[in-house]
RNA sequence: GCGAGGGUAGCCAAGACUGGUCAAAGGCGACAGACUCAAGAUCUGUUCCAGAAGUGGUCCCGGGGUUCAAAUCCUCGCCCUCGCACCA
């Protein structure tokens, strides 16, 4: 017997592929394409194992179809565009320890580290290491045309180039203005890379609201424009100097750090003087909207950090208001420092200006007495109220009836209209801030800044998103329920900023200071594939803009481009046909987090670009893959990559560990117990397939049985790959069939029919083979077959093979077993002789009147019995049979149609167990004996024989 | 809050669209038996409760409903996951 080793036999299959180009595919007229791909990965890591399942399907989808005699294209390449990459190497070069901590933790050899400290060494080392995992995970990838991206490939960048010049041209690249987030000293977008803290923080919109001061205005900023309704007064901080600023021709009172943020915010701002709060400490403004007088308050608790330093006060609905103002009424010194009126403080009372479901008339005075706040220094249990109070008052809250013509609006809807109408006036305006605190890697606190030259692409543009919705309609989604998700993210999507002032990638043709953000250059490139093995070849310098046209859009002929740029027209007419033969795409798999971006950016891209007849085809999705039941993912420190899989499992039993892991939008799970069992039982599988078996060449009943459900197998594993619902695919071919030969080898005392050992073995390793290809390879030529069972046709399920008798009788053995077996359980016997009745031929007769009624729904008693007295042979025992027939109907009445079918056809009980008798006799150990039930001489100490019926042979045990 | 997907036995997970052989597939784990000197592997069986006869009881997040019949359909509620973007 010879042990299969995974290793010798993984690398010998991968090298043997790779040099009779198994997989590298050209146009080929005669035979139907299938084209699949997934994501170029991003380059600035090795492969994980989420990468690795989002991979496989696509891989395991193109070997089914290439055995079902598909031409089929599954090529590869790397994603290099964008700003982390950037931001990595700077920090290696500035040699950051978490950086450093981190290149080492992946495997990197510390002295190799230094080398990336220049980007373009990650684009070099990462893609490469990138190709030897997919290599050695089997992927049946075409090399020949793999690429990176950015101008590092000057074909590629000239593609992208050409892109953005044909988008911009039907005028989907628009100019627009956009908030980023920005670092003041460093003059540069803070991406969420460059950060020190604040990731994921986004700019977000305060309304700033004016209070008019002796011609001046003091500025406030607020999330909640709609309760400016409930304001009592102002909050100032006495300590703080604020600034006197003209700011577009009006004078402001707000901090320095305002003033600085709205030089950025396209607000025309000179700072001409300094106040200090504590001088206006006392005075009375006017509130915008509601126009009355209210006076200004001192509190210590502002964060000068944000917004302008000057905030409004709603005691009613803002809890921290709430407390400042309590506070203060209390305390007397406090209020004669500031030569303040103790009697007016004091009638300030909170204005209820929102009706909240569940809430009374001032949330914010409910929830601080409820949870107890005493003062501005519990945080945390403000900062909880704070979110209690809003979210209620937000989602469910209705305005009051002193709420001008905004009364009885929710609140939801309210917030807009109220500022809308507040900016209208010249009431309030506009500041942007990041929604958290966001630290720079300079350590400078980054602000918002309103970016006025920004390109877009405009997919907020509705007639565009009418073709991507009609592109959608003509698409195959594996699964099918994702296709809510998508409409959804198509409506929702509004314009994309589409280019960078940093980063790796293509330069903005028109405009070459933009660097082409990276989810915008990667939309189209699917076409890149099916010409990237000859363009790659050419001289970049000649490839122009008419080559595109000429290759993507059918623009001019091959000998018009070919003169214009020196390219050999047999290139051009050799890309042109590459091109129309495999595309569209039929099957673009991705894991979900890209629906709403990248595969619907792809979606517009494509319409935009492409006749319809190019759209493409189908779209696959899976779920985040889980570790031991863990999400996957660097703040867990659980990431596996896939190299360290292949080291520690191979790549069979990595492929199908993940690939019965889950399906469709469920995260599939990793199991390390299950890659161990499932190791093992794949080298039982070489064993078994490649041994010599003891057979014979007589055909009998049971091999009929196993032929069937082997053919339904077959019929039932090719529905699931159609579907790409892997896990329940393997689940038939493999873990269902393979029961199923057990129990076979069982009926036969392990002597298979050697015609059908031959043909489970070849039938059941093809079936494998997408799977677990190298071990199938092998055992193909272990069992002396020709050429790859990667080349090889799938197994056909053959209607003639398939037999139901043969189903249907095994069934009925099974079932008896099992009775047996639960006899003998319950009562403990164990038997010296068993004892099978059965069922007498006015009973199946009875049976199957009842089945027939029961089809036509007219089953009952009385209709029975009607049919039996109406019989000359069974007349006579009416009684007997109403006593049978009672049970009869009461199961038929609840019996599916399905099953009324499938028991309306009677097997031969008695030709089929005496057959099997030897079966039952071995599997109980003791004498079996089988009669009919009411055979005269029958053994039948207990009598049992009277409940004998069809189906359901009476037992006796002793 | 909005959008989407979910909640099934010790765990993972089918079933739900199309109600009925559904006490509910399969995998993992656990237990028992066979094989073995032994362990492992493998094979066989058991794995909601009760049971000396193939049965009965309870059951699919919780409540209510429709139906002869509900894990499945309707309704109300609770809970979980993902997304809500300017970027990989």
Redesign the pocket.
Known sequence: MTEYDPRKAEEKWQRKWLEDKVFEVRADDSRPKYFANTPYP?VNGFLHLGQAVTNLHPEIMSRYKRMKGFNVLFPYAF?C????IVAAARRIKEGEPRQIELMKSTGIPEEQIPLFADENYWVKYFPAEARKDITRFGLCTDWSRTFITTSANPHYDKFVRWQFTRLKELGYVRLGE?P?VWCPKDQT?V??HDRISGEGE?PSEFTLLKFELEGKYLLAATLRPETVYGQTNLWLDPEVEYVEADVDGETWIINEQCAEKLKEQKHEVNIIGKVKGREMIGKSVIAPAIHRPIPILPTRFIDQGKGTGIVTSVPSDAPDDWVALKVLQEDKEECKKYGLNVEELRAIEPIPIIITKGWGPLPAVEIVDKMGIKSLEEKEKLLKAKEDVYKAGF?DGIMRENCDEFSGMPVIRAKDVIKEKMIEEGEASTLYEPSGDVVCRCLTPSIVKIVSDQWFLA?GDDEWKSQVHECLDDMTLYPE?SR??FD?VIDW?????CT?HF?LGTRLPWDEKWVI???SDSTIYMAYYTISHVLQQLDPEKITDEVFDFLFKNIGTSSEVAAKTGIPEDALVEMRREFEYWYPFDLRHSA???I???LTFALFSHVAIFDRKYWPRGYGINGYITVR?E?MSKSLGNVRTLRDALNQLGADVTRITLAQG?????DP?FDP??AL?IG??LK?WYSFATEKHETREEWHPIDSWFRSVMNKSVKETEEAMEQMNHRTAL?ICY??LQ?EW??YLRRTSNTPNSKLLEDFVKTETKLLSPFVPHLCEEIWEALGKEGYISRASYPESKAEEIDRVAERSEEFLKS?LE?I???L?????VPKKIVLYLSPDWKNKVYLWAIQLAKSQDLSMKTIMEKASADDELKEKTKVISQFAGKVVK?M????SA?LEK?GNLVDEKGYLSESVELLKTQFSCDVEICDAEDESRYDP?S?AK?AMP????????
């Open positions: 991003y994603h565009t964008g700003m982390p956009h980023v977008v991406g969420d986004t989602y997919y329920i809510k998700q959804y999507l509004t314009d994309w900023a960078h980063g953000e990276s989810l979900k987090d890209l709403q971006n990248h039941e999400k889950g399906e469709g939008l469920d799970s117990g299950f069992t093992r039982k039982q689940k873990f269902d029961r057990q129990w008896n009775d077996r639960e006899i359980k319950v009562t403990k016997i199961d009445q609840r019996m599916s099953n028991f207990k049992k409940f189906w359901r042979p009476a037992i006796f045990v002793e």
